[in-house]
């Protein structure tokens, strides 16, 4: 029998039917962030946590707020978890994905990645600068930071779509009224007023991945109930702000009723325990993977790197000066803007490992291999590494 996904709904009385107009963010000057932990040449203006808040807390309006941009892969990074209301433009990509970013020159963007170690945002930022831009900002610590701080991300539509597809083991929460839920809601919904939150209709499992929605950038009602349960003690909680409009727009569904409450026992089932590929018959050599089977195992990583580096094919993507500076025994230095001419070239007879210095752009050369069909299987080192007298390691 498969899993079943459910979504459960939580709701509010909202005054008129709306959330509540957004309040205008704070017009402080920037306030200087540290940064120059990567190899890269920082942008010139800097902000922190408490300047970015403001443009990245529902209720959302872009036409008030800054724009804020989200430099790092689609797959592997932005659609499992960004900073509410943030655009996806990948830095590699800029040239291609660059008619995203606002008509006004003058508008506010504020670009930001993986944090400190991460220059794809000040690499985004320099060219939004080189395009015209004239009131372009860097969040230099990033997802990282926003999370340590406390606040929540956001997930894409893909994602949505994906676990929807998946049958997923995560429970999506609706935090409309259940007058508005009652007209459509994604589908699998169970309705669970925000003003009659009750916790007994949440998982026992606060390790339980949940993922809050609403009406959209302007409504704040996921964000609130979303809060709620992490003061319960629930550890894996996220939002997706475009809400049921935006997965509506995207899949093109017309409103349907939703479904009648289902036990929330019956809601969950396992879908997917850490797992372990094999290179085929050819070396019989076992690679072990994170829970998403592209992502190779950080211990493993680290144990065969020590032991018999030999065993792997590792690419290192970063800048040949970062490269230069220090990087995996073996590895082989190949600048991910170089990566797609010289897949061919790639040994075929053992398991490659893309890295780089966050995971991120070692998730696009991922991309690129699985995109260009190429033979063999291939892996991303997902961790940050630093570089400390010429030897590199998986910064703990």
């Not at 429970?171 to 007209?183: C, E, G, S």
């Not at 050819?282 to 680290?302: G, H, L, N």
């Not at 966050?358 to 696009?364: D, K, R």
Request: proline share 8%; hydrophobic share 40%; with cysteine.
């Amino acid at each position: 029998m498969k899993p079943k996904l459910f979504v459960i709904a939580v709701s509010i009385a909202l005054i008129g039917g709306c959330a509540q107009t957004p309040s205008a963010p704070s017009a402080a000057a920037p306030a200087p962030g540290p940064v120059g932990v990567g190899n890269y040449k920082p942008y010139t203006k800097i902000v922190d946590y408490a300047y970015v808040k403001p443009h990245a807390t529902p209720p959302i309006d872009r036409n008030k707020n800054a724009v804020v941009v989200d430099s790092r892969p689609t797959k592997q990074r932005y659609d499992i978890g960004h900073l509410p209301g943030a655009l996806n433009i990948v830095d590699p990509l800029f040239e291609k994905q660059k008619g995203a970013l606002p008509a006004d020159q003058a508008k506010e963007i504020i670009f930001y990645c993986q944090g400190l170690a991460c220059e794809l945002s000040h690499s985004s930022a320099y060219k939004a600068e080189k395009l015209g831009y004239t009131n372009v900002k860097v969040y230099a610590a990033g997802l990282p930071d926003w999370e340590a701080k406390g606040d929540i991300s956001s997930v894409s539509t893909a994602f949505i779509d994906k676990i929807l597809a998946d049958k997923a083991n995560i429970v999506l929460i609706d935090a409309r009224p259940d007058r508005v839920f009652a007209k459509g809601s994604i589908p699998g919904a169970i309705n669970i007023p925000d003003n009659k939150f009750d916790a007994a209709r949440l998982p026992a499992d606060k390790a339980q991945p949940l993922i809050f929605f609403c009406g959209g950038l302007a409504c704040d009602l996921s964000n609130k109930s979303a809060q709620k349960a992490k003061a319960l003690g629930y550890k894996n909680v996220r939002v997706y702000v475009e809400g049921y409009p935006g997965w509506a727009a995207a899949n093109k569904a017309k409103p349907v009723a939703a479904a009648p409450a289902t036990a929330m026992g019956q809601a969950m089932q396992t879908a997917a325990a850490a797992m372990t590929s094999t290179l085929g018959a050819a070396s019989k050599f076992m690679v072990e993977t994170a829970k998403d089977k592209e992502i190779i195992s950080t211990p493993f990583f680290e144990r065969v790197v020590r032991e018999d580096p030999s065993k792997l094919t590792i690419i290192d993507v970063r800048k040949p000066e970062q490269c230069k500076a220090g990087t995996w025994p073996g590895a082989q230095c190949i600048p991910l803007a170089e990566l797609e001419g010289k897949l061919a070239s790639l040994p075929k007879d053992k398991p490659i490992v893309f890295t780089c210095g966050t995971g991120a752009q070692a998730s696009m050369a991922h991309d690129t291999f699985t995109e260009k069909k190429m033979p063999g299987e291939a892996y991303i080192l997902d961790a940050e590494v630093e570089v400390i007298d010429g030897k590199i390691r998986i910064k703990k």
